[in-house]
């Protein structure tokens, strides 16, 4: 019973090889797979899925562009019915997530990841086992793109907060014992603490965020960190052109820029040919759109992105809306791989909070970093307001209660460990979060309503 929702080595190994053997594929051999995919997700989703039921009710046959669109709010509002696991419910999934351990399944079947709540609400992702192989092998795959033996000293700096998608992955893949030399270190970690790890662990491979690599840099360049990395992974934010030269000079190393999401692992990588991401055309279909979800040429950076995940059966994503913005290729890559490839990966850049450090630099944070130091507390959405010398951080509690000054130290506390120096900070309990014009709230604002970049 309590091995029914665990994967091993052997059937990660062989969606490993699935996923090797279609990156030799033709363009058409790619868009048949993709084709017969959906078609089989679209006809589960249907007869599985009362909301879908209704949600494309008379559209069984149209193509996919006349699908509607989904949103979050719509997801979670209508989780219990869009699930094709009739028995499972929102709220025993709320419950679970308020108490699970690293390892933890719900169910003992289902892995549970939320994102890191850009809206008021958390939304949950579930995985069956077969699906959660496809994320586990996703990152495996791209760091073969990079000729990257996986068993060498390999640091990761990442959330440890347990429902997040880098952590689960992470915790899933120490369980397995792949990597020997793998390493997870702890992004809300003070920089000095996480120079001393990577000064102890000298990894030949290094990902995490581009703000924290950016911010190692700077330690690298002053010499405080001695590390001398073969290969480095930007993941989870946008990798700015600012900090990717910062990274490569500090370094020596051009840094790769993953796209990964916690709707479907990892889903688009460079390879050692370009700036531009190749898409595991395998795994999802993006679609890049105006405002008004109508489909922009290649070389225009959309709106937002329209997200169909086709792995996940459990929990059928079709045509969800994202707040990334993308750019389709206009020119194949001179590597020869037949994917989707984008230009560009936007729309993260403007979530960084910029303080002034205690040493003279700047210190970039991440929301992330923000969540982390948050963890804990009930707080199921925030907004972070930056003045000149406060912060304001607003905060929707899951039972109304909420304590502002343990909060507001936790947060200090968090900002000084990392650097900064910390303006005064002041916590108010709200009931929902404030939106923008296009409905979405923006986590990380400047006082006059910009975003932070
Ligand atoms: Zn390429």
């Known amino acids: 019973m309590l091995l029914g929702g665990l994967i091993d080595k052997a059937g990660l190994a062989f969606r490993l090889g699935g996923m090797r053997r279609r990156e030799r594929w033709s363009r058409s051999q790619i868009e048949a797979w993709q084709a017969r995919t959906l078609e089989r997700l679209r006809r589960h989703a249907l007869s599985h899925s009362p909301f879908y039921a209704r949600f494309h009710s008379g559209l069984a046959d149209a193509p996919l562009a006349e699908l509607p669109v989904l949103t979050k709010a719509q997801l979670m509002e209508h989780f219990d019915d869009l699930v094709t696991d009739r028995t499972i419910r929102l709220r025993d999934v709320e419950a679970f997530a308020t108490q699970m351990g690293p390892l933890d399944l719900f169910r003992e079947r289902y892995q549970v990841v939320t994102t890191s709540g850009t809206t008021g609400r958390r939304a949950f992702m579930l995985f069956a086992p077969d699906e959660w192989r496809w994320v586990m092998a996703s990152l495996p795959r791209i760091m073969h793109w990079h000729g990257i033996?996986?068993?060498?000293?390999?640091?990761?700096?990442?959330?440890?907060?347990?429902?997040?998608?880098?952590?689960?992955?992470?915790?899933?893949?120490?369980?397995?014992?792949?990597?020997?030399?793998?390493?997870?270190?702890?992004?809300?970690?003070?920089?000095?603490?996480?120079?001393?790890?990577?000064?102890?662990?000298?990894?030949?491979?290094?990902?995490?965020?581009?703000?924290?690599?950016?911010?190692?840099?700077?330690?690298?360049?002053?010499?405080?960190?001695?590390?001398?990395?073969?290969?480095?992974?930007?993941?989870?934010?946008?990798l700015t052109p600012d900090m990717a030269n910062s990274i490569a000079t500090a370094f020596g190393v051009t840094p790769a820029n993953i796209y990964a999401l916690s709707e479907a692992g990892a889903i688009a990588s460079t390879c050692t040919a370009g700036d531009s991401l190749h898409v595991a055309d395998d795994m999802c279909i993006l679609e890049s759109v105006d405002e008004n979800n109508r489909p922009v040429p290649p070389g225009t950076t959309g709106e937002k992105t329209l997200l169909t995940v086709l792995f996940n059966r459990t929990m059928p994503l079709i045509r969800y809306e994202i707040t990334d913005r993308i750019a389709v290729a206009a020119e194949p890559c001179s590597c020869g791989r037949q994917t989707t490839l984008l230009a560009r990966v936007d729309g993260r850049s403007g979530d960084m909070l910029r303080l002034p450090g205690s040493e003279g630099c700047t210190i970039a944070i991440a929301p992330a970093q923000i969540s982390a130091f948050l963890r804990g507390l009930r707080i199921s959405g925030w907004q972070l307001t930056a003045g000149q010398e406060r912060l304001q951080l607003a905060v929707v509690t899951v039972d109304q209660s909420c304590d502002a000054d343990l909060i507001a130290s936790r947060l200090a506390r968090g900002l000084a460990d990392l650097g900064a120096v910390v303006p005064s900070i002041s916590v108010e309990p709200v009931v929902e979060l404030e939106r923008g014009l296009s409905g979405k709230v923006t986590i990380m604002r400047a006082v006059n309503g910009e975003k932070i970049h």
């Open 149 to 238: 033996d996986t068993s060498a000293p390999n640091a990761m700096i990442t959330t440890h907060v347990p429902w997040h998608m880098s952590a689960r992955c992470a915790s899933e893949a120490g369980r397995l014992g792949l990597g020997a030399g793998r390493a997870s270190l702890d992004c809300a970690a003070g920089t000095e603490a996480l120079v001393a790890s990577l000064n102890d662990l000298e990894p030949v491979t290094l990902s995490g965020y581009p703000s924290m690599l950016a911010l190692l840099a700077e330690n690298r360049r002053n010499g405080q960190l001695r590390i001398a990395p073969r290969h480095i992974f930007c993941t989870s934010e946008c």
